[in-house]
């Protein structure tokens, strides 16, 4: 991999042949846990101007038309999170010359807080080339990290590292993007005259005349000698994040619950393993070939490029003495080149075979494919492969090998449906049938749901005291928890429609197996098993612990205290906030220098705030705890019941019920329960 420093460049060529389109990671770690920012794009021509404010790509843009820019979204890293945007270099329209890349903070917050700054650039398999790591960013909101830029016929990227204190519209302001300030046109509304009712045209849905209603209005002034018509006011990007609300469901024909709706996906037939995945992979492919934006939101972190996309199954590719017959291959055409990928699928809990996908990436490396995808309900972890291969680096052409979980498809399909939208009734219907397929008990597509042959002589071995530090099982049981955590983020972000991450505290650059087997050895010692996940928009991280002595989970946030006010106050006012919260909800005062302070359950200290307060009253006071304790399911098996089944609804509940109620930690904003619910 290629380090660069601030200011330097280096041509794409140089470091790969494969760089037709590319994967940029802006990433960064928080000491707290909890810092984050936007990253966002801008297409710039000749002039170092956009051409228009639609080359200004964030998170109420994220992809180009012609897809030659799309935004990823989060992915978990070991000492953070990662950003990815995914680049069709050959898509950039002729006329753009520079293509920045950079990222912004919310609010007050300033990139001096974060760690570990740093941009990556994979080329089409998925290998890093270069990396550029910021040392020192400063007190700044907003930074472009660097820029790709055209020469001639290739292309070449640039470290850049500078900050802008006047965060991302002040940025896309400097590149002539022309900004909506929310904050003036408020303050216009409010010094305006009284509305009056007058008919005005709203805009019918697609296919129906616009109809006449009554829209309050400024009543019109009185005329004045020679005044010019008003400009039509365009529309210009905001700033703000977009919130679109999920629809009501409509309300179904049917005459009871008994009836059931006709599926295009139906399930009834499935009987064996080798039907559940031909008719998986088959659903899933057709889905994505027929719904676009699905199957470029599949394909776009894996390097495929956007174009036409055709999806096959049931194709016999030459192998030594007899075909071989991958579950399905997809192929994407962009300017009359082909992406190639072929899929080896896997469902209800059966395990990938190592000499299947070994077989696939021979064949796909002799073919000149792209990458080899495999899917099955497990759930992949950084520095520990499902399979293992070799790869041979003698070759020109090199393949790239990914791994889908079913959970992560059904996270993307949710996505689309309920906060994202695909733009057509009758693809998003296409969608629907596809989760609801996915989600179904015999389609065999539930994601990760198995702990593992482990799991039951660990928990009999922390209950009997002879589970010993150094335990291969308790490894795998750590691993295990890690796949479970990173699906309940994948299900619960789905809901929500924002983003939720496993929050690591680890180092930048310590190694995964190096940790885990770290949190094996506490798993031995303490008998516990602990996750916290970053969740867009709440007061703090969420923090999930599995007791396996006690077979008691409990859900927790900490809520820093106020820098204003009085400690009664506060006492007060959480307890207001909390006035739909489960009545066993545990309340614990968090005091300076002592390991805790008073508490007691909600119930308790509704009509006492004050009983959270420290006696003596001259303690400090750092935050407030709030846990909720649920016993835990103790069985395995196939299916998802048990010990998985409570983590996911103990996660659930404590959000639905609790941290809704809570104001986020810089905006002050909360989440509606109703969007929760509808979703």
Known sequence: MHDMTMGSNVSLSALSENVGSAIVGLGWSSPTGEGDADVSVLLLDANGKVRSDADFYFYNNPVAADGSVQLLGKEPTEDGSEDRISFDLTAVPVDVERIVVAASRYEQARFAELDDLKVTLADAVGESILRFVIDDPGPVSAIIFGELYRRGEEWKFRAVGQGYESGLAGLATDFGVDIEDDAAEDSATAAAEEPTAVPAAVTAPEGERPQATLEAVPAPRPPVEEEAAPKKRTARPRTAKKVTPPRPPVKSLAENDSWKQARLFPVSALKSDRDREMRATSVLLSVMAQVPRFGRRITAPFGAPSGRMETFTEVSLPHGDSPRRPDGVIRVERAGKLWTALVETKTNGNALRSDQVQAYMDIAARRGYEAVITLSNDVALEGSPLVDVKIDRRRKHQVALWHLSWAEVAHQAQMLIRHEGVGNAARTWLLQD????????????????????????VRNGINDETLCQGD??????????????????????????????????????????????RLADQLCLEGRLQAELRVEGAPGLLTIGADLRTARLRTSVEIPAPEQGYPLTWAKRLVRRLAEAPADLHVETLVEGETGGPRGTLERLRPEPGDLLPKDGATRITGFRLSLFKGMGSGRGNAESGFIRSVDDAVHRFYTSVMVHLDGPVSGRAVSKERIAAG
């Open 472 to 517: 291969p099982r308790a490894l795998e049981v750590v691993e295990s928890w890690e796949r479970l955590i990173r699906q309940v983020c994948l299900r619960l972000g789905g809901e929500l429609g924002q983003k939720v991450l496993p929050a690591q505290r680890a180092r930048r650059g310590t190694d995964p197996g190096a940790r885990r087997a």
């Open 434 to 457: 596809l989760l609801h397929y996915l989600q179904h008990d015999n389609s065999g597509c539930h994601g990760f749901q198995n702990m593992g042959s482990a799991w039951v002589p």
